[in-house]
């Protein structure tokens, strides 16, 4: 048995001018998988997706959407749904309305369909209400309940984390695993790895255009190499001889009392396995690990060292 | 072996316009601009109509203002001539001047794309939604303006330009007719609203440009510019229907003003939808094709203005202003024997036909010194006239004010007691003199030897 993968590209170009939004970009996209796409801004995430959507063509290379090539602009078969820069809803039309209206134009039976996707992404409370009004994460929802209408096999969402409270992430979460199980492949973007890592299975690091990483989430965790450690003792003296003297560990230089001035904390950089022996050097010293904790996570800091950026907590496009 | 289990799949079809076309209609409707839009329309002109009808001064500068106390359906021709400078461009820039760059400042031309998948049809779409909402703002105001009329003055009568009587249901006739042949002059600048906002992306210039062109065309008409000149514009439509209230109605300038308007109408709209179908849609910053606009929209209506100017050279006697001697006097002459019947009958005496009258006038404009031709406020004009049985030729003198487009106001200057006051005194009390002073339409295209 074989079935045709949702997305699969090879080697996918795409310049606006003289920038180089994708320089030779693969993808594979299995039906029931929740991809990520994850790169700093302007690593071409946005220019991707919009090749999925049809909505511009490659330069170069080759996409195959559920299983057609895809050649020419809005030409992706039927079954593609979701949304680039932002979901596009009609300010002046009520969240009923626009999702009636999107139904109409795709030939969707409207009424009972609107008011499930709206149930699913919570929004049924507001559903008569303009959605001049609404907040970012509330139209990121209409947009997610949006592209739900058409019944995609393929959905493909830009930083759809954007804007959601933790109710409304919440929201995303179960329609996202719940398409996933139902076998439809989704397709997420972000700016920052911690929002996909509970999501997506696989991910595919982007920076400049270019993969820098595409595999399951487990594995890029060890791609982050040495980690910095917040590490809490009842020794902070003790404990940091014990790391200078244990191989494979550094301490950075004011590295300690960094977190939380206040408290003893002692900041050491090291790979897992260094890292393993400090404690076990510690205990042997008879000093009792209270906490140890990464400052970064593993995901995130594997991804800021793929990607060479520096952390951000704000989308800045 | 290997099977697919998936099915082939099929590319999406785009959807269909009439479902394109709901959906703009829907996205008009919602707008807080057109629904006031809508609303004006459809109650100002009554409210307007009514109140000025039941003013003891009227708007008499207006062509069918003095006839306002007389009959409803002077008001809505004086709303109609009221609209044609203003109201109208100023509609089709607010609906059809934003229907497509109101996508770019809210950033949805991918979504629609994505959701329609042609943009053919979303340019049909909102071709056709915008002309829905521009009908019903012309029907709001016709309507309204009648409505206003009839109901505040009543079905009477209604005084032509050239004096001849309209019965109410030709009045009635004739007023809707007028209104229609309007929509033609508003399609062409609903099409230069669209192609304003195709071409000048998210920058409300394109609101501006069936406004700009109005006004380039309102300081146009108030040359003394040729005749040919005059009706190759498509704002001569908005004047022409003027010529049917005159008996033969003057169709050749209407004829030829619809055509022009519904040309510029073509020709506009194929050079937005061109540049439509030519635009990225992808690029969020896109704002208008700047000088490719030039190329695709001015040149082909300059084009455009010159081959009319060409064609109607060559096929009508049309030469000059248009504004001869012989057309005013034979104008005048008419008028003034319509109206004097209307004079004696208000006087109860007895009746006279035109044909008993034999009115004939003789113009003269500024002095020996002045040909006598072309607009201006120093024509002066002698009426003559017999009265059956009678063997003395009556006279009065009259003082004409012509504009370029053909319209005159002809101002009595005696003897008193034919047209030197604004009343005459009947048996049953004082009534309006329709001799003091009155409206007339020549025609700009009639040749001159016809009379
Ligand atoms: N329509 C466009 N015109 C010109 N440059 C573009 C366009 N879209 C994207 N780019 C450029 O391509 C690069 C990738 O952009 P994008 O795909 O939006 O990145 P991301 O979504 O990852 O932030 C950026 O350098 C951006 O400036
Ligand atoms: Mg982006």
Known sequence: MHESPAVRGRRIKKSFGDVVALDGVDLDVAAGQVHGLVGPNGAGKTTLLGLLLGLAVADGGELEILGTPVGRTLAVPDGVAGFVDGPGLYPSLTARQNLSALASLRGYDAGRGVDDALEQVGLTDVADDRIRGFSLGMRQRLGLAAALLTRPRLLVLDEPANGLDPAGKHHVHRVITGLAADGVAVVLSSHRMDDLAALCSEVTVLATGRVVFSGPVTKLAAESGALDYRLLTSDTAAARRVALDTPGIRVPSGGDRVQRPDADVLVVRGAVPAVEELVVRLVRAEVAVRELAPVVAPLEAAFLALTGAVPTDEEVS | ?451
């Open chain 2, 1 to 451: 072996m290997t099977t697919t289990v998936t099915p082939p799949a099929v590319e999406a079809r785009p959807a269909p316009v009439l479902r394109g076309y709901r959906f703009e209609l829907v996205k008009l409707l919602s707008q807080w601009r057109i629904r006031v839009l809508l609303l004006a329309c459809w109650i100002a002109p009554a409210g307007f109509v009514a109140a000025v009808s039941l003013q003891s001064v009227l708007p008499a500068d207006t062509v069918f203002g003095r006839w306002m106390h007389a009959t409803g359906w002077a008001g809505s021709l004086v709303v109609l001539d009221f609209s044609r400078s203003w109201a109208l461009p100023l509609l089709t820039a607010l609906v059809a001047g934003d229907v497509f760059a109101a996508e770019d400042r809210l950033g949805t031309w991918r979504h629609l794309l994505v959701a329609v998948r042609s943009p053919r049809r979303i340019f049909v779409s909102k071709g056709l939604a915008s002309l829905t909402v521009l009908l019903l703002l012309v029907a709001g105001l016709a309507g309204s303006s009648i409505a206003g009329g009839l109901a505040a003055v009543g079905n009477h009568p209604l005084v032509g330009l050239d004096g001849h009587l309209l019965a109410p249901a030709d009045a009635a006739g004739t007023v809707l007719l007028s209104w229609a042949c309007v929509l033609a002059p508003t399609l062409a600048f609903a099409a230069i609203g669209l192609l304003g906002s195709v071409a000048l992306g998210r920058s409300t210039m394109g609101l501006l440009m069936p406004a700009l062109l109005a006004f380039a065309l309102q300081l146009a008409q108030l040359l003394p510019l040729p005749v040919a000149v005059r009706l190759a514009l498509p704002s001569h439509a908005f004047l022409a229907w003027r010529g049917l209230f005159t008996g033969p109605a003057q169709t050749g300038p209407l004829f030829i003003g619809l055509a022009v308007s519904l040309a510029w109408a073509v020709v506009a709209t194929v050079a937005a939808y061109h540049l439509f179908l030519r635009r990225d849609f992808t690029d969020l910053t896109y704002d208008g094709s700047g000088r490719r606009v030039l190329v695709a929209g001015a040149l082909p209506l300059a084009a455009l203005v010159l081959l009319t100017f060409a064609v109607v050279t060559a096929t009508t006697p049309a030469k000059g202003s248009g504004i001869e001697r012989a057309k005013v006097e034979g104008s005048l002459a008419t008028a003034y024997a319509h109206l004097y019947r209307m004079q004696t009958r208000e006087l109860h005496r007895p009746d006279v036909t035109e044909a008993q009258l034999r009115a004939t006038a003789s113009c003269d404009k500024g002095g020996s010194r002045v040909a006598d031709q072309g607009p201006g406020n120093d024509w002066r004009c002698v009426v003559s006239w017999h009265l059956p049985g009678a063997t003395a030729v009556g006279t009065a003198i009259y003082q004409l004010d012509v504009t370029a487009d053909g319209r005159y106001v002809a101002d009595g200057d005696g003897p008193k007691e034919v047209n030197g006051y604004f009343q005459v005194r009947t048996s049953t009390g004082d009534a309006p003199n329709p001799l003091w002073q009155f409206d007339g339409n020549v025609d700009l295209l009639a040749s001159t030897s016809k009379d």
